[in-house]
C-alpha cells in the first residue's frame, strides 16, 4: 500500500482503498488549512 496518493478524485481514491482494507472506522486528523481547503473535498 502506497502511503502517498496523487488523484483529482480525493473522496474515490479513498473510498476504494477503505474497502480494500476493509477498515470499519476512519479518523482524520488536520490542520486548520486542511480542514477549509482539502477535508470538503472528500466529505
Known sequence: MPS??????AAQELGSTLERLSYDRLFILCDDNTNQH???AIE
Open 4 to 9: 502517498i496518493t496523487f488523484t483529482s478524485s
Open 38 to 40: 482539502c477535508l470538503p
